[in-house]
């Protein structure tokens, strides 16, 4: 069963910063989108952000300007750079990469790494 590994979270004041990042505990053919979630206690999980296989990029509003995304497409990993960062920020943040099948998308999961924002 492959998984994503996250790694990079963490606890960081106001307006630091932290790189998260997530790769696959094995090689996953053929990736199409890979992105972000992230959950904070008591709410749904949302979405945070995604990067296409060609490198188009989206992000959640509230995000937009702070937080970058990227991927090596030869390694299969995805990265999330959060700068100024806030406590709202405060969350489980979960990656996942989608690989087209024959049979549909299959999706893959990380088991998800905390950020913690202190005011």
């Known amino acids: 069963q492959v998984q994503l590994v996250e790694s990079g979270g963490g606890l960081v004041q106001a307006g630091g910063s932290l790189r998260l990042s997530c790769a696959p505990s094995?090689?996953?053919?053929?990736?199409?989108?890979m992105g972000w979630y992230r959950q904070a206690p008591g709410k749904e999980r949302e979405w945070v952000a995604h990067?296409?296989?060609?490198?188009?990029?989206n992000y959640l509003d509230s995000v937009k300007g702070r937080f970058t995304i990227s991927r090596d497409n030869t390694k299969n990993t995805v990265n999330l750079r959060m700068n100024n960062l806030k406590p709202e920020d405060t969350a489980v943040y979960y990656c996942?990469?989608?690989?087209?099948?024959?049979?549909?998308?299959?999706?893959?999961w990380g088991q998800g790494t905390q950020v913690t924002v202190s005011s």
């Open positions: 990067i296409t296989s060609v490198g188009n990029t």
């Open positions: 094995r090689n996953i053919f053929s990736i199409s989108t």
């Open positions: 996942y990469a989608a690989s087209p099948q024959a049979m549909g998308v299959k999706w893959y």
